[in-house]
């Protein structure tokens, strides 16, 4: 078992045919997390891709994530929480002075997921929206979105199966409102195929 320490991001490589499982360990903690092709960084998760190939707002289990090329990515096997986003971009530092008024340095997924990804070429601006697991947005019948704290309690998990070599990305997410006003740090783990 792998642990990302609160407001923080790690990088790794998983290969075709392997799992990876994304928990929250205590509870009401957000990961984001970024795709990318291990053998071509200009193909990345593509969260416009995903919504329309799904046909659903709501990504969890049975649904796949697709890349900016149209290729299937990853597959969600199992989600015991059952409510993420695909719609809000990583928290950063304007996401802190826009919406929080923070002038201050604040940590920030985009930051975490840059600092995480730069040994592998890949820059700032390459980063996409993330998959943000755990993440409660709400939307009304106008579309008026709201994020709320996470549903997920401690021990949720989402199980992921990659359909391609990948270079993946996860943070424990900065901010406050995402996480119900706390942070906490996210697990992980790689299972190898069952082939």
Known sequence: MN???????VAFKLKKGQKLRVIDPQGEQVSDMVLFNANDI????????????????????GNFLWSNRGNKMMEILEDTNGRNDFL???CSP??????Y????YHPSCFENLHTSLAPFGIKSDD??????????VQFDQN????????????????????????????????AEDSNGGTFKPIHYEILESNL
């Open 42 to 61: 200009l193909e990345k998760i593509s969260s416009g891709k995903t919504l329309d190939f799904e046909e659903n707002i709501l990504i969890t289990a």
């Open 101 to 104: 008024n923070i002038d201050d």
């Open 94 to 99: 304007e996401t802190f002075k826009i919406m």
């Open 127 to 136: 980063i996409p929206t993330a998959f943000n697991i755990f993440m409660n």
């Open 143 to 174: 579309g008026r979105l709201k994020v709320l704290p996470p549903l997920s309690k401690a021990g949720d998990y989402l199980l992921f199966e990659a359909q391609m070599d990948l270079i993946i990305a996860l943070t424990a997410c900065s």
């Open 88 to 90: 809000l971009a990583p």
């Open 3 to 9: 642990t990302i320490n609160k407001q923080s991001g």
